[in-house]
Every structure is written in C-alpha cells, then in structure tokens.
C-alpha cells in the first residue's frame, strides 16, 4: 500500500478544480447562479447522500451536507429544487457564484 492509497484518505479533488467544476455547473444550471438567504447544514447523511459537484458518499467520510435550496420561478408555486454538497464543495460553489462575473 502506497502514501497515496491510505484507508480513509480523502481522494477529493483539490479546492482550484472543485471551483471551475462549480462554474461549469453554474453555467450548465446544474448549481444555483446565486447565493440564497439560507442554507441548511446538518450531518443527517442517510442513504445514499451524495455530493452533487464532487459525488463523494457523505456518510462515508461523515460529512455534514449543505442543503441549498433554489427557489423555482413563481409559475410553480411553494417548489424549490434541493442541492446538496460536502463542506469543501460547499465553499468552491459560494467562491464561485461571488467571483463568476470579476
């Protein structure tokens, strides 16, 4: 077994990638464009609860999730898309959406 493959290493990208990822998915509206009033985080990682940018199983490195919420136009009332990310992702996405038009 090499450095590299420890058990329980965390083999996510580095933060430079997770943000372009982020953009792109901004881009793509895979990922809400703007920062919204709330976030909620919490460590209720049941099932399967993945990342949605880097895709890592929370509950496997027990994680707390970041649920965003992106309020769908107001032709679909009281709906709200749900998008939920790991701490690390969580801060590439927010970096992201403030330095998307510098």
Known sequence: MTDSTRIGE???PDFDKLRDKARAMIDN???????????I???YTQGNCKCRLCGVNLKRF???RYCIFDYVPDYVPDKALEYILCFRCHAAWQVAVITRFK
């Not at 509206?29 to 976030?39: D, G, H, N, Q």
């Open 10 to 12: 965390d083999t996510r």
């Open 29 to 39: 509206r895979e990922l809400p464009a703007t920062i919204p009033k709330s976030v």
């Open 41 to 43: 985080a919490d460590d």
């Open 62 to 64: 027990g994680d707390f």
